[in-house]
């Protein structure tokens, strides 16, 4: 019983603490504001240079952030990536974690009205990855890093809730558990919501 108690206790101060800091701000990109971000992308690539024995590639990449603005406008955080690609028989499951820093053009002044406020910004991400690779032949463990520069526009649905589109360019450094490191790069458009608590 004194386990709970206590419990109870210390979730009432950090919810305390919590609300208290997340009312001090008085706009989404002031500092002291804590950023929820939830993106998505989707492709599925076919014709000669993409099928494979008549196998389309498909792919799902979705990356949550939690950030907090250290000054007004720019904000600093944890990414997290998860990716699936499939083509055939052979599919890459990829979980990826590490930092990121975001920056709002316009973001270190209030706005009169912050529903309808559009903020563009520029974004940069490390990723350190681990991907299972699978196929007919088995299954094979590759390490990695990754680096996501990118840019967009967010335009804000409410006080609190923001829409975003970004096009994103990626470095990749992957390194199976046998074998030579290899990379590559790509451009992505990546889609979703910001939530905003201040």
């Given amino acids: 019983m004194k386990r709970i108690f206590s419990f109870v206790c210390t979730l009432a101060v950090m919810l305390v603490v919590i609300c208290s800091s997340a009312f ?12 929820i971000l939830g993106g998505f992308a989707f492709s599925n690539a076919g014709g000669d240079l993409y099928e494979v024995d008549g196998d389309r ?56 009205t912050v529903k309808g406020t559009t903020y563009p910004y520029l974004g940069a991400a490390f990723f350190y990855t681990r991907s299972t690779f699978k196929d007919e032949d ?23 809730v923001g829409l975003f589109g970004e096009a994103g360019y990626q470095i990749d450094n992957m390194k199976p558990e046998d074998g030579d490191s290899a990379s590559g790069n790509k451009f992505n458009i990546v889609a979703g919501f910001t939530f905003f608590l201040y």
């Fill in 57 to 112: 590639m498909t792919s799902i990449q979705v990356n949550p952030s939690v950030s907090y603005f250290v000054i007004p406008g720019l904000a600093l955080g944890g990414k997290f990536l998860l990716q699936y690609a499939s083509q055939g028989k052979a599919s890459m499951t990829t979980w990826g974690i590490g930092p990121q820093v975001m920056y709002f053009v316009g973001g270190n002044q209030p706005k009169s």
């Fill in 24 to 35: 001090a701000q008085s706009f989404p990109t002031d500092k002291g504001s804590k950023m």
């Fill in 138 to 160: 088995g299954k094979d463990t590759i390490s990695g890093t990754m680096i996501s520069l990118g840019g967009g526009m967010l335009h804000m649905l409410s006080k609190t």
